[in-house]
């Protein structure tokens, strides 16, 4: 229970789009495709319980996902054998398999990173390269955040699918403080819409420091990632209700966000922000004086909730799942609740883009091209929209509040990731990797990503092109075909695949050669006895 997932969000719904797919994808006959081939099974046909949740950790799944539930519940049924293994059968896994669609669509590499492997190990490089960047200092105006350890390190990513990516310190509970107000302004935008929210808060970045006494010409906010602007939107949120009502909802639609975990609350912290809250008081009296709140609002209610959001606490686990749903249009990738509108999404990731680094915020959209807020615990959560969720945490800030290894990791993965909002996706840009492009379908269809694929020996990508139904035996133009290229290219892992799964060695190419021909020539004896199946 190391993250918490100890019940299901509140209203867990299937949304109707997903319900729509579900029903699309059982009329579509998984159990013909050969995924079992994609977990290495033994001679006699069976895999181990252990394998199979090392190709699922291969393919980013945590253990905790809640999505596994049925088939941790499936599996428990299995007996278990002297050594301790439960042996899991063809029929048993392609079912297994098909009750869980996002499992048949991860093994088919239909997911928004295909070669996650190959994405993780950049994201550990980042993360090494970026350890040794030590300078700033933790925040020190209230006791509790002088005394966490300096030198904590965590990067979680979440990807729209679910999957998911931990180095360092990312089961360390840290409070949100001001990463909460982007949240804070989604519910606002839920609860009353975009026009009388900014009835009381504007659009545009301040200029000036995040709690500057100061207000924009009409007397109001200058945005709501300010500390005015955020106290202006939690008094917008459940103004009816009663106090602890609206914090419960506050609360829920964090459960909601990162997918069943409940966050927990710092009193000490929110004591000593309390009585430490002065230029808050100062600003919530100031915007009074001004007219810009709605009437009838109980000021000191509004700061104190205000206050409590800031004193939530979360882990970066937790926090890369929240980010994760707002990187697919507020629908959670674990519960697949629709948690907030898109409309409310693109609302508050564009306020993100422009307003969320404090007084970086020009300079982080310049250079990282992402929507992002930071907060003074030390944590950065980053979307990149359609694709994930990123949390870094790590208290060392810089002068003007932001986490300086969060920076310097958002600047490295841009660099490295045509992540950036205006990297072109129609052309390559210096040596910036696309991990959403499929390794071989950039340069043509299935069929010539299977040659392709065979010809360079990957054999990874052979299966999981098999997987999807590709032909075995389907040729390119000049009717050469996967077997032709893996005899040429000597590719014996891939030829022994091929043969063991029925591809046909006495196809002609256009020049009358077959791949059994080929070998001939070739005097390999070893290939000449994988295509006689020997
Ligand atoms: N609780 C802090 C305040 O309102 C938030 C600080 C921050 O993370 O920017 O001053």
């Given at each position: 229970m190391i993250n918490g997932y100890v019940q299901k969000a509140p209203n867990f719904v299937l949304n109707e789009v997903f319900n729509q797919y579900y029903e699309s994808m059982k009329s579509n006959n998984i159990k013909h495709k050969p995924i079992w081939n994609l977990?290495?099974?033994?001679?006699?046909?069976?895999?181990s319980d252990v394998t199979f949740f090392e190709k699922l950790t291969d393919l980013g799944i945590d253990r905790e996902d809640p999505r596994?539930?049925?088939?941790?519940?499936?599996?428990?049924?299995?007996?278990?054998?002297?050594?301790?293994?439960?042996?899991?059968?063809?029929?048993?896994?392609?079912?297994?398999?098909?009750?869980?669609?996002?499992l048949s669509r991860l093994l088919e590499g239909e997911n928004i990173i295909p070669d996650f492997q190959s994405f993780r190990k950049e994201v550990k490089d980042i993360f090494d390269s970026t350890k040794d960047k030590n300078g700033g200092k933790v925040a020190d105006y209230i006791p509790q955040l002088a005394k966490v350890d300096p030198d904590l390190y965590g990067v979680s990513i979440c990807t729209v699918d679910g999957q998911i990516i931990e180095f360092g310190d990312t089961r360390k509970r840290f409070t949100i403080q001001s990463a909460s107000k982007p949240i804070t302004y989604s519910i606002a935008l839920e609860e009353h819409g975009?026009?009388?929210?900014?009835?009381?808060?504007?659009?545009?970045?301040?200029?000036?420091?995040?709690?500057?006494?100061?207000?924009?010409?009409?007397?109001?906010?200058?945005?709501?990632?300010?500390?005015a602007g955020a106290i202006m939107c939690s008094s917008l949120i459940g103004m009816d209700q009663h106090v602890s009502e609206r914090y419960e909802n506050y609360q829920r639609s964090w459960i909601q966000l990162n997918g069943g975990a409940i966050p927990t609350f710092s009193n000490t912290v929110y004591l000593s922000e309390k009585s430490t809250a002065d230029r808050n008081f100062a600003l919530a009296y100031f915007m009074r004086e001004k007219n810009a709140f709605p009437p009838n609002i109980n000021l000191h209610e509004s700061l104190d909730f205000y206050l409590q959001c800031c004193s939530t606490e979360i882990n970066a686990a937790q926090f890369a799942r929240v980010a994760a749903t707002y990187a697919n249009a507020g629908i959670n990738p674990f519960s697949y609740e629709q948690v907030f509108k898109p409309e409310t999404v693109k609302n508050t990731l564009s306020m993100m883009s422009s307003c969320g680094m404090y007084d970086f915020s020009g300079e982080f959209s310049f250079s990282v091209g992402l929507p992002a807020k930071s907060s003074v615990s030390g944590v950065v959560w980053i979307v990149v929209p359609n694709v994930m969720g990123i949390c870094i945490f790590s208290p060392r800030l810089d002068k003007v509040g932001n986490s300086i290894r969060g920076i310097a990791f958002a600047k490295e993965l841009v660099s490295r990731f045509n992540f950036h909002n205006f990297d072109s996706l129609l052309f390559e840009v210096g040596k910036k990797i696309d991990p959403r492009?499929?390794?071989?379908?950039?340069?043509?269809?299935?069929?010539?990503?299977?040659?392709?694929?065979?010809?360079?020996?990957?054999l990874d990508e052979v299966k999981r092109l098999h997987a999807i139904g590709v032909d075995l035996n389907q040729g390119d133009y000049d009717?050469?075909?996967?077997?032709?290229?893996?005899?040429?290219?000597?590719?014996?892992?891939?030829?022994?695949?091929?043969?063991?799964?029925?591809?046909?060695?006495g196809t002609k190419d256009r020049w009358g050669a077959t791949p059994l021909s080929e070998a001939k020539k070739l005097k390999d004896k070893n290939i000449e006895s994988i295509l006689k199946g020997n």
């Open positions: 977990f290495d099974p033994t001679k006699n046909g069976e895999i596994l539930e049925s088939i941790l519940t499936s599996l428990k049924n299995l007996k278990v054998n002297k050594d301790g293994v439960r042996k899991i059968s063809k029929t048993v896994l392609t079912d297994l398999v098909a009750k869980q669609r996002f975009i026009e009388k929210v900014h009835q009381h808060v504007g659009k545009e970045p301040s200029g000036q420091r995040f709690n500057e006494l100061t207000l924009n010409e009409d007397g109001l906010p200058h945005n709501p990632l300010i500390n492009r499929k390794k071989y379908e950039s340069k043509v269809n299935e069929t010539m990503s299977l040659i392709f694929a065979a010809s360079n020996g990957d009717n050469r075909t996967a077997l032709h290229l893996a005899v040429a290219e000597k590719q014996f892992n891939v030829l022994d695949y091929l043969i063991q799964n029925g591809a046909d060695t």
